[in-house]
Nanobody, 116 residues
Protein backbone atom coordinates (compact mmCIF):
# COMPACT_ATOMS: atom_id res chain seq x y z
CA UNK A 1 0.00 0.00 0.00
CA UNK A 2 1.22 3.49 -0.86
CA UNK A 3 -0.04 6.77 0.48
CA UNK A 4 0.55 9.93 -1.54
CA UNK A 5 0.00 13.49 -0.39
CA UNK A 6 0.33 16.34 -2.87
CA UNK A 7 0.96 19.95 -1.95
CA UNK A 8 2.03 23.20 -3.57
CA UNK A 9 -0.97 24.02 -5.71
CA UNK A 10 -2.43 27.49 -5.89
CA UNK A 11 -3.27 30.52 -8.01
CA UNK A 12 -0.54 31.88 -10.25
CA UNK A 13 -0.49 34.49 -12.99
CA UNK A 14 0.31 33.46 -16.56
CA UNK A 15 4.03 33.19 -17.06
CA UNK A 16 4.61 32.37 -13.43
CA UNK A 17 6.06 29.32 -11.72
CA UNK A 18 4.91 26.79 -9.17
CA UNK A 19 6.39 23.70 -7.59
CA UNK A 20 4.25 20.74 -6.65
CA UNK A 21 5.37 18.14 -4.15
CA UNK A 22 4.15 14.61 -3.58
CA UNK A 23 5.21 12.87 -0.39
CA UNK A 24 5.00 9.08 -0.51
CA UNK A 25 4.88 6.57 2.28
CA UNK A 26 4.07 2.94 2.83
CA UNK A 27 6.09 1.15 0.17
CA UNK A 28 9.51 0.94 -1.44
CA UNK A 29 9.85 4.37 -3.02
CA UNK A 30 13.13 3.89 -4.86
CA UNK A 31 11.87 1.14 -7.14
CA UNK A 32 8.60 2.82 -8.08
CA UNK A 33 7.93 4.94 -11.10
CA UNK A 34 6.49 8.26 -9.98
CA UNK A 35 4.66 10.85 -11.96
CA UNK A 36 1.89 13.33 -12.46
CA UNK A 37 -1.40 13.51 -14.29
CA UNK A 38 -3.78 16.42 -14.48
CA UNK A 39 -7.47 16.87 -15.09
CA UNK A 40 -9.04 20.09 -16.26
CA UNK A 41 -12.77 20.75 -15.84
CA UNK A 42 -14.86 18.63 -18.20
CA UNK A 43 -11.77 16.98 -19.68
CA UNK A 44 -10.18 13.57 -19.44
CA UNK A 45 -7.30 13.03 -17.05
CA UNK A 46 -4.07 13.42 -19.00
CA UNK A 47 -0.56 12.28 -18.28
CA UNK A 48 1.97 15.06 -17.61
CA UNK A 49 5.31 13.54 -16.65
CA UNK A 50 6.99 10.45 -15.25
CA UNK A 51 10.27 9.70 -13.56
CA UNK A 52 11.56 6.14 -13.37
CA UNK A 53 13.50 4.56 -10.58
CA UNK A 54 16.79 5.21 -12.37
CA UNK A 55 15.99 8.88 -12.90
CA UNK A 56 14.92 8.76 -16.54
CA UNK A 57 12.15 11.27 -17.23
CA UNK A 58 9.38 11.61 -19.81
CA UNK A 59 7.10 14.54 -20.49
CA UNK A 60 3.93 15.23 -22.38
CA UNK A 61 4.55 17.44 -25.40
CA UNK A 62 2.32 20.11 -23.93
CA UNK A 63 4.68 20.66 -20.97
CA UNK A 64 8.05 19.70 -22.41
CA UNK A 65 10.58 22.46 -21.84
CA UNK A 66 8.41 24.15 -19.21
CA UNK A 67 8.00 21.49 -16.52
CA UNK A 68 10.66 19.47 -14.73
CA UNK A 69 9.99 16.34 -12.71
CA UNK A 70 12.45 15.20 -10.08
CA UNK A 71 12.59 12.86 -7.12
CA UNK A 72 14.34 12.77 -3.79
CA UNK A 73 14.58 9.16 -2.71
CA UNK A 74 15.84 10.09 0.76
CA UNK A 75 12.73 12.18 1.34
CA UNK A 76 10.47 9.80 -0.65
CA UNK A 77 9.13 12.83 -2.46
CA UNK A 78 8.57 13.64 -6.11
CA UNK A 79 8.42 17.19 -7.39
CA UNK A 80 6.98 18.93 -10.41
CA UNK A 81 8.57 22.29 -11.12
CA UNK A 82 6.28 24.19 -13.45
CA UNK A 83 7.32 27.30 -15.32
CA UNK A 84 6.01 29.59 -18.06
CA UNK A 85 2.56 28.64 -16.88
CA UNK A 86 -0.41 29.12 -19.18
CA UNK A 87 -4.15 29.31 -18.48
CA UNK A 88 -4.50 25.92 -20.17
CA UNK A 89 -2.32 24.41 -17.43
CA UNK A 90 -5.20 24.99 -15.03
CA UNK A 91 -6.23 21.62 -13.63
CA UNK A 92 -6.20 19.37 -10.63
CA UNK A 93 -2.79 17.71 -10.56
CA UNK A 94 -2.58 14.14 -9.32
CA UNK A 95 0.55 12.32 -8.25
CA UNK A 96 0.88 8.60 -8.91
CA UNK A 97 3.17 5.82 -7.80
CA UNK A 98 3.58 2.75 -9.99
CA UNK A 99 5.02 -0.40 -8.48
CA UNK A 100 7.12 -2.54 -10.83
CA UNK A 101 4.63 -4.85 -12.51
CA UNK A 102 2.10 -4.03 -9.84
CA UNK A 103 -0.44 -1.57 -8.63
CA UNK A 104 -0.72 2.14 -9.29
CA UNK A 105 -1.62 4.45 -6.45
CA UNK A 106 -2.96 7.99 -6.60
CA UNK A 107 -2.88 11.05 -4.44
CA UNK A 108 -5.93 13.17 -3.70
CA UNK A 109 -4.93 15.95 -6.10
CA UNK A 110 -3.97 19.58 -5.78
CA UNK A 111 -5.59 22.46 -7.63
CA UNK A 112 -3.47 24.63 -9.91
CA UNK A 113 -5.12 27.73 -11.35
CA UNK A 114 -3.44 30.01 -13.85
CA UNK A 115 -5.22 33.31 -14.14
CA UNK A 116 -4.56 37.03 -14.16
Amino acid sequence: QVQLVESGGGLVQPGGSLRLSCAASGSAFRSNTMGWYRQAPEKEREWVASIFSGGLTNYANSVKGRFTISRDNAKTTVYLQMGSLKPEDTAVYFCFSQQPGGNRYWGQGTQVTISS
